[in-house]
């Protein structure tokens, strides 16, 4: 089987050194790969699942309304976010998922955040989608720049999230970063970070975000964007196999 992870950027990712870590530990006959696709060229993809030369993509920036056109069958995940990021092929068709649902999850879940604390999701994208359709069992507050983005995101997903100005935080809350801020070095507003209960930055790159350096000075608990990315290759990669994923041994290979 081939799989790959689809973007532009994609070198960065460390998808194919997660996913193939799983694909060893348990004997699967697999290979994971980055595939570069300009923005304007995901037909190309939609080629190579509909003819057999890739059993299976996760869908990374600029392409997740791409593939959310694309696909054939969309999961519930997938309806409620407007985004996909994982591809599969079922009998033929193209089914597609939001596994970065699960990816939140899976961050929100590590110790010493509080399981009960309202949320603060920053962002209107595909990835704020995935936040708030993650925690919809909190009280939950979103902010933007424009907040008419916001409002269209709890729309669609028919959440009561309460709007809040770009730039001021909510106390107590978990901060979700749900947007590209960090990816590069670019920080977040003045004290959004110092007012919350956590921090949660579905970003990561190669050094550690300011945001994140904010938070661990803070003393705040926080999980950085790696957390998400291994939450949601845990998911895709059962989607992909059938088999529960190895965490130990894909863990393993995010760290390394």
Excluded: C
Aim: aromatic fraction near 6%; glycine fraction near 10%; charge should be negative.
């Amino acid at each position: 089987m081939k799989f790959a992870v689809v973007g532009d950027p994609v070198d960065h990712s460390r998808s194919p050194a997660i996913h193939n870590a799983g694909f060893s530990e348990l004997g699967v006959d697999a290979v994971y790969h980055h595939l570069l696709v300009a923005h304007n060229a995901f037909d190309t993809v939609v080629s190579q699942l509909r003819d057999g030369q890739l059993n299976g993509v996760n869908v990374t920036m600029p392409h997740k309304k791409n593939a959310y056109a694309a696909v054939d069958i969309r999961t519930d995940r997938a309806l409620a976010t407007g985004a996909v990021n994982t591809i599969t092929v079922d009998d033929g068709q193209l089914v597609g998922d939001n596994t970065d649902v699960a990816g939140v999850r899976y961050s929100l879940a590590k110790p010493h955040m509080a399981t009960s604390a309202p949320v603060l999701i920053l962002g209107a994208g595909g990835a704020a989608a995935a936040a708030v359709v993650a925690t919809t069992d909190r009280v939950q507050y979103g902010s933007a720049r424009t907040l008419a983005a916001v409002e269209s995101v709890a729309a669609r997903i028919d959440s009561e999230l309460h709007t809040v100005a770009w730039g001021e935080g909510v106390a107590g809350a978990i901060l979700i970063n749900a947007t590209p801020l960090g990816m590069h070095g670019e920080d977040l507003p003045t004290g959004i970070i110092e007012s919350s209960s956590g921090f949660v930055d579905m970003t990561y790159g190669s050094d550690r975000s300011p945001a994140m350096g904010r938070a661990f000075n803070a003393s705040i608990p926080a999980v950085d964007g790696t957390e998400m990315l291994l939450g949601q290759a845990l998911e895709a990669f059962t989607r992909f196999t059938g088999h529960p994923a190895p965490e130990r041994a894909m863990r393993a290979a995010l760290a390394g």
